[in-house]
């Protein structure tokens, strides 16, 4: 089992910045492919970024490229958001996701999921 846990989301005006942490226990983190997805109110969940287990690949949503950093610190086991330049269009519950196979752009292919955390951006 993994344990994970999101922190970090806020109000932030819109072109602010926020940092997302995502902390994970209970299994071998740097074996863990992880994601970070968002889910807005009405909405289906969509991907947003994914890194490999030894953050040598990442992966983002054309919507979130060129202002989004997925990092990992495996010492730590923590991955990280950094999320830039926010738009209004980026409110939503941000979900961290791992799982020890691979990393991918559905939600189906996680098995762990965080609890979320609320990211507001006002214009």
């Known amino acids: 089992q993994v344990q994970l846990v999101e922190s970090g989301g806020g109000l932030v005006q819109a072109g602010g910045s926020l940092r997302l942490s995502c902390a994970a226990s209970?299994?071998?983190?740097?074996?863990?492919?992880m994601g970070w997805f968002r889910q807005a109110p009405g909405k289906e969940r969509e991907f947003v970024t994914a890194?490999?287990?030894?953050?040598?690949?990442?992966y983002y949503a054309d919507s979130v490229k060129g202002r989004f950093t997925i990092s990992r610190d495996n010492a730590k086991n923590t991955v990280y958001l950094q999320m830039n330049s926010l738009k209004p269009e980026d409110t939503a519950v941000y979900y961290c996701?791992?799982?020890?196979?691979?990393?991918?752009?559905?939600?189906?292919?996680?098995?762990?999921w965080g609890q979320g955390t609320q990211v507001t951006v006002s214009s």
């Open positions: 890194i490999t287990w030894s953050g040598g690949i990442t």
């Open positions: 209970g299994r071998t983190f740097g074996r863990l492919a």
């Open positions: 996701a791992a799982d020890p196979l691979d990393y991918g752009s559905s939600p189906s292919e996680y098995r762990y």
